[in-house]
C-alpha cells in the first residue's frame, strides 16, 4: 500500500483495505475520493482473490467528518458542474456499497458525520468503537440529511431517526450502536487484533457468514443507549407529519430533552427542517435506489437555491454561527416551497 494520496488502496491477505487518508482536513471527502472509492471497489468485487473489504479512516480523530461541502460554494469556473458531479458520483458509490456483493466492513473509529455515514452505514457489516461520534448535521447547513439518509433514518427504532435529522444531534460511542446506526460494538484497542482475524479467515465459503462470526468474537455489548430513557418522548413527539405539530408536542412535555431538542429544530433552516421531514416520511415507503433518485433530485434544488449557501458561510466559513434563514419563521414555510426540492430532473435525473 502506498502511504500517500487521499484514498489508500491495498490488501492484506484476501481483505482488500481502503483508507480515507486527509486527516488535517477531518477525512472529508472530494470529489476524487469519490471517484476513487467507486474504481477501488469494482475492482475488488471482480477478484475472486478478495472475500470481504474493510474501510478505515487515517488520523486519530475523524473516520469521516463528510464531504468537502466549502467547495460547493465556491464561485469558480465548474462550479456548477462540480455540484452536479459530487453528489451524481456521492450517490452512485452509496448505492455501490448498499449492493455491495461481498462484505463491506467499515471500521468507524471517530467522527462520522454526513458523507462519512453514507460511506459506512450502507455497509453490510458495519463496526463502531468508543471514540465514535455520529451526526446528520445537514439542516444547520441549509441541506437535508442525504447520502441515504432517507433510506437508513427511517428504518431506525421508533422515530429516532426523525429525531436525528431534524436536532442534529450527536450519538457517542456504543449509543450509535443501540439507536440502530451501526451494527456492532468493538473496543478501539482490538481493532487491529479484528484486522488480523479477518486476514486470517478462510473465505471460501459463505463470506457474509465468516464475516458475522470473525466480527461477533470480538464484539462487546455497547452498554445502554443514551437515547433509551427518552424513547417515549421521542417517539410521540417527532411521529408528527408537520415540524409544526413536533415542535407543539415538544413544547408540551416536560424536561429539558424536550426544550432542547425544540431549541435545536428550531435554529435550523425552517424550509429544510420541512423538506426533511418530507423527504424521511417520503423514504419510508421507498427502496433504496427510488431514495438516491429522490435525494439528488434534492441536492441540486439546494444548489440552486441560497439557504445551502447562507449556511455553509454562518457555521463553516465566516462561523459567526448566525445564518439568515429565508424564510426565516417556519410559519412562512409553503408547500410550494417543500414540494419543488422534489422535482424530477428530467434527462439529469440521477441513473443507477
Known sequence: MSDDGEILIG????????????????????????????????AFAADPDIGAV??????EKSFCAGGDVIALTRDEAGSVALREDFFREEYVLNHLIHTFPKPYIPLVNGISMGGGVG?????????????VMFAMPETAIGLFPDVGGSYFLPRLPGEIGTYLALTNSRLKGGDV???????????SGSLEALLGALASADWGGDRH?????????????PGVSALDQHRGTI??????????????????????????AAAAIRAKSPVMSAVSLKQLRLGRDMDFDACMVMEYRMSQACMAGREFYEGVRAML??????????????????????????????DKDLVL
Not at 450502536?177 to 473496543?187: H, I, N, P, S
Not at 439568515?324 to 414540494?339: F, G, H, Q, R
Open 235 to 260: 417517539d410521540r413527539c417527532f411521529g408528527h407529519d408537520t415540524v409544526g405539530e413536533i415542535l407543539a408536542a415538544l413544547d408540551a412535555e416536560d424536561g429539558d430533552f424536550a426544550s432542547e
Open 209 to 221: 457468514a465468516v464475516a458475522d462470526q470473525v466480527i461477533a468474537s470480538f464484539a462487546t455489548e
Open 119 to 131: 460511506v459506512s452505514v450502507h455497509g453490510s457489516h458495519t463496526v463502531a468503537t468508543e471514540r
Open 54 to 59: 474493510v474501510l478505515l479512516g487515517a488520523g
Open 317 to 346: 466559513v465566516d462561523k459567526d454561527r448566525t445564518p439568515k434563514w429565508i424564510p426565516s419563521a417556519l410559519e412562512d414555510v409553503t408547500d410550494e416551497m417543500v414540494n419543488g426540492y422534489f422535482a424530477p430532473l428530467g
Open 177 to 187: 450502536v443501540g439507536a440502530g446506526v451501526y451494527d456492532a460494538f468493538v473496543e
Open 11 to 42: 490488501r492484506r491477505g484476501p481483505i482488500g483495505l481502503l483508507t480515507l487518508n486527509r486527516p488535517k482536513a477531518l477525512n472529508a471527502l472530494t470529489l476524487k475520493m469519490i471517484q476513487e472509492l467507486e474504481s477501488a471497489l469494482r
